[in-house]
């Protein structure tokens, strides 16, 4: 069957120090993979876009790789700021589906000052 | 911040009773869906939309209906609602299918007694 996993855990990290979020998938022939960050009380807000030809996206602080061979997409914020503590989704939309993007179930960051 | 306004925010109510959660948006984008997020289950697709009177069915449909009979509102009907619906209802649009983005309402927090 296909799975989307995040890590369930939250992750603990110092302010100023770069967060790495993983996305693992299998059974999926992924066309692109999005990342959201969703705070208490409001819905998710879109990051990120890597399409499966892709290695890495970056924006501002933001970086995402898309390893296919491995089935997993990390995501990285550097220097990170309390401000950033949230949970991130990741997404996948496969090839040759209805490209709606099916949800992992989030990573909590918290980044303590 | 894309227009997208979810009402009501909050609703308690009785198991049996019918109840609609509606979406409304001020984007003009073709593509709308609902989904519910319950801890340990993440984002899941209930039904949505590609158009006036087009509509289809997502994962986890059954208990639910929907109508989109004008571009920017999309309404989310619980026949008869049960326990099992007690979630968080998440709207979401997107210009089109494929690599576009999701934008999403703050929610509807619904409380089945």
């Known amino acids: 069957s296909q799975k989307i996993e995040q890590n369930s855990e939250a992750l603990n990290i110092q302010e100023g120090k770069t967060a790495t979020l993983t996305c693992n998938y299998t059974?999926?022939?992924?066309?692109?993979l999005q990342w959201y960050r969703q705070d208490p009380g409001r819905g998710p807000v879109f990051l990120l876009l890597i399409r499966e030809n892709e290695k890495e996206k970056r924006k501002e602080r933001l970086k995402v790789t898309f390893d296919t061979t491995l089935k997993q997409s990390l995501f990285h914020i550097t220097a990170s700021q309390p401000a950033d503590s949230a949970t991130y989704l990741c997404a996948l939309v496969s090839s040759g589906g209805s490209y709606i993007p099916t949800f992992g179930r989030g990573t909590s960051l918290i980044v303590h000052p | 911040d894309a227009g997208i306004t979810q009402s009501p925010r909050h609703k308690v109510t009785e198991t049996g009773t019918p109840v609609t959660l509606r979406c409304h948006q001020t984007?003009?984008?073709?593509?709308m869906y609902w989904y519910r997020q319950d801890p340990g289950h993440g984002l899941r697709l209930i039904h949505y939309s590609y158009g006036v009177k087009d509509t289809d069915k997502g994962e986890v449909s059954d208990g639910y209906s929907v109508s989109r009979s004008k571009t920017e509102d999309f309404l989310l009907t619980l026949e008869s609602a049960t326990s099992s619906q007690t979630s968080v209802y998440f709207c979401a649009i997107s210009a089109s299918e494929g690599h576009q983005p999701q934008h999403f309402g703050d929610g509807t927090r619904l409380s089945i007694l």
């Open positions: 984007e003009n984008h073709r593509y």
């Open positions: 059974n999926y022939s992924p066309a692109y």
